[in-house]
């Protein structure tokens, strides 16, 4: 290690405190399971601090599955490229850091701290005037969608890809225009917030689409691509759906995730190496492709071969079928609908060869959390009900009670504590040869699993 890696390293301990304390502030604030159907108050805060936002291109990533993935996927082929770039995506696993990326990295402490103190004063005006009007204070999400454009125009970066926290129209990173509008797949989450039909979901969706932009989707349901098209149509921009505008035209297994080929808007691309698993993550890696075709030539030209192998064969999507323990093996996967569950399903059929399973489950309360089990039930030897640490995680014997008619009383098994969970999960695995341990139902049940497992040093 060099010196100046060493002082990196002693400043990043130095500042660790004032990050966590400036994460404790955001966490002070109303909590993302409570988005606030409004844009004003988060562009005023970034008008206040000279618009940030406008300083860099935008790439905005939305949908209901694969969008974190696929946004990863589109800044590490634009890092490939050559460009700076800046990554914004929600939730994280164990580090707040991990949201907002700076050049393939998670923002460091000192960085996230000062960018934190620098826009307080004006975080504290735009709440003086909410509360004044009787509303709320910037929420967790809409403050720290402001530290994220403030540290990406502070980094500088060339482009940003950003993706919505969870809505579209009304989500926080809307007061920024993005160039392109990217849609992965759309699909039923979140109803309470978003509507409880496909159109309802879509629509709500479609509100990042902005004058002249293009948009870049993967398929999606009829009822989805009417809603797509029609907010195209009113803004003037532009609509490239799959498979017809691009593709994914072959995928095969490969030794530590797959070998793909994709038929670009631009280009043809293949034998190209990613290191993920599932052919889910091989369409998001042809949305990903898509949109950079767009972002860099307006879909006419066609994309550095030796750059898109580079691009995606060193693409990371932390917590989405996730090795991080073997002896036994223990998988992490982020599914928390069925859309996910039925991803992730299909996955561990096609890339795995394992005899039995046990998912270790925690669910939180605005899920179908029948659904999520109904998708894993055909695999599953055992579920170890259990809870994540969110305080809208449904507690166990309550989850327990719904897995039982759609498992059976016998696969059904109750923990109050995750580590507990997990420890008779590996145990179980462990006496058997071809068993496997798949931790998944909730990002922060994953983001546990991971934490816990890097501890303990299960691999």
């Not at 000192?110 to 910037?138: H, K, M, S, T």
């Not at 990217?182 to 978003?194: E, K, N, Q, T, W």
């Not at 029609?230 to 003037?236: F, I, Y």
């Not at 995680?393 to 059904?412: F, N, Y």
């Amino acid at each position: 290690m060099t010196d100046d890696e060493d002082a990196f390293d002693l400043e990043e301990v130095e500042y660790r405190a004032a990050a966590d304390a400036a994460y404790q502030a955001l966490l002070d604030r109303m909590g993302e399971s409570q988005p606030q159907p409004r844009l004003e108050p988060t562009r005023k805060a970034a008008e206040l601090l000279g618009d940030p936002h406008r300083a860099y291109p935008i790439i905005h990533v939305t949908g209901t599955n694969g969008k974190t993935s696929t946004s990863r996927m589109i800044e590490s082929i634009l890092r490939a490229h050559g460009l700076r770039t800046g990554l914004l995506t929600s939730p994280h696993l164990v580090r707040v850091n991990e949201r907002i990326m700076i050049d393939g990295a998670p923002i460091s402490n000192r960085a996230f701290a000062q960018n934190w103190d620098d826009i307080q004063p004006y975080l504290a005006i735009v709440d003086a005037e909410l509360v004044a009007a009787g509303d709320e204070p910037l929420t967790f999400f809409e403050a720290l969608t402001v530290l994220a454009f403030a540290s990406f125009a502070d980094a500088p970066v060339d482009v940003v890809v950003r993706e919505v926290g969870m809505r579209g129209e009304w989500d926080s990173t809307n007061v920024a225009d993005g160039q392109v509008a990217v849609f992965s797949p759309i699909a039923l989450d979140h109803v309470h917030r978003l509507g409880s039909t496909i159109s309802q979901i879509a629509r709500t969706k479609a509100g990042i689409i902005k004058p002249l932009a293009a948009v870049v989707s993967a398929q999606q349901l009829p009822e989805a691509v009417t809603q797509l098209e029609e907010a195209a149509e009113l803004s003037e921009a532009t609509l490239a759906f799959e498979p017809t505008a691009f593709a994914l035209t072959s995928s095969a297994v490969a030794v530590g995730g797959q070998q793909v080929s994709i038929r670009g808007i631009a280009g043809q691309y293949d034998d190209l190496f990613l290191p993920l698993y599932g052919d889910h993550q091989g369409h998001n890696a042809a949305l990903a492709v898509a949109a950079v075709e767009t972002f860099l030539g307006n879909g006419s030209q066609a994309l550095d071969h030796d750059v898109l192998t580079e691009g995606l064969g060193t693409v990371t999507s932390p917590g989405r079928l996730q090795l991080v323990g073997i002896e036994p093996t223990v998988l992490v996967d982020a599914a928390h609908n069925p859309h996910g569950a039925a991803s992730l399903a299909a996955a561990l059929r096609t890339y795995f060869d394992f005899d039995e399973y046990c998912f270790v489950v925690g669910i939180l309360t605005d899920k179908d959390a029948e659904g999520i089990l109904e998708q894993l039930r055909p695999l599953a030897a055992r579920f170890h009900i259990t809870r994540s640490p969110s305080d809208r995680s449904i507690p166990p014997h309550e989850l327990a009670d719904r897995a039982m008619p759609v498992a059976g009383q016998e696969l059904v098994h109750e923990y109050d504590s995750f580590e507990e969970a997990v420890d008779e999960a590996r145990e179980w695995a462990v006496h058997a040869p071809r068993r496997a341990v798949v931790v998944t139902g909730s990002i922060t049940l994953v983001g546990e699993a991971i934490a816990l497992g890097t501890a303990e040093g299960w691999k």
